[in-house]
């Protein structure tokens, strides 16, 4: 008998380890939380009442620090390439040649509160933006749960927001992709829910939008780098 309890214990201990190596999330999952929009545009929590589903989700084969790990400095080097001439503040940008467009939320994306960074991308950048979000909606709604959204936490920087970040962070860089208006950062705990009587678990939604970025970023569409301490997927078009 004692030598099945052993047995028993190994055999558990093996699939922990071999089913843990292989997962594409990280070893800590931020906590579910939910967000939802009411009647006048104004996000606010979701009740959870019911239960937390789960949808099909693709293995990535890893983890998604190392699938999505697009350094600063191929970022940085696409970005100079196809973006604009890094602007102090909004109105130097009349004097562009290289055009920008205001993103706000839509049926596709939820831009936040954003307090280091303005609203604003190249139109390449402002489309893929788009692509991603319907993608992603799309996705999650054809594996069966309601309408959810991506949310937008930083967009493009001034000189003079990222002067104000790194005030706040000084591990914040000068060299920052989000100064040429091709760079954008989508949260992957913060997702904003539709319809609330269908929640759906924060690892898959977290998953499925790794899916997304997983199928541009292999098209050569964008760089794609996954940030741990921001919580986000920090993306530049290409």
Do not use: W
């Amino acid at each position: 008998m004692r030598a099945f309890i052993i047995t028993f214990i190994l055999l558990l201990t093996i699939s922990f380890f071999f089913f843990s190596g292989t997962s594409e999330f990280d070893e800590v999952e931020a906590p579910q939380r939910v967000v939802t929009i009411n009647g006048n545009g104004v996000e606010q929590p979701a009740k959870i009442d019911g239960k937390v589903h789960s949808l099909r989700v693709k293995m990535l084969g890893g983890r998604l620090s190392d699938i999505f790990s697009d350094s600063n400095a191929i970022q940085l080097e696409a970005a100079e390439k196809i973006g604009i001439t890094p602007i102090t503040d909004l109105r130097t940008a009349y004097n562009l040649r290289t055009p920008i467009r205001k993103v706000n939320t839509c049926d596709a994306y939820v831009v936040d509160s954003l307090r280091h960074s303005m609203p604003y991308l190249i139109p390449k950048a402002a489309d893929l933006l788009a692509e991603i979000g319907q993608a992603f909606t799309d996705t999650v709604s054809a594996r069966g749960g309601k309408k959810y959204k991506i949310k937008v936490t930083s967009v493009m920087r001034t000189d003079n927001t990222v002067s104000s970040l790194r005030k706040r962070n000084r591990n914040a860089t000068t060299s920052s992709c989000h100064r040429f208006g091709t760079t954008f950062d989508i949260s992957y705990t913060r997702f904003i829910c539709c319809d609330s009587s269908y929640i759906v678990s924060q690892a898959d939604l977290k998953n499925i939008l790794a899916e997304v970025l997983y199928d541009l970023r292999k098209e050569g569409r964008c760089y794609v780098k996954y940030e741990v301490k921001q919580s986000c997927f920090h993306i530049t078009t290409r």
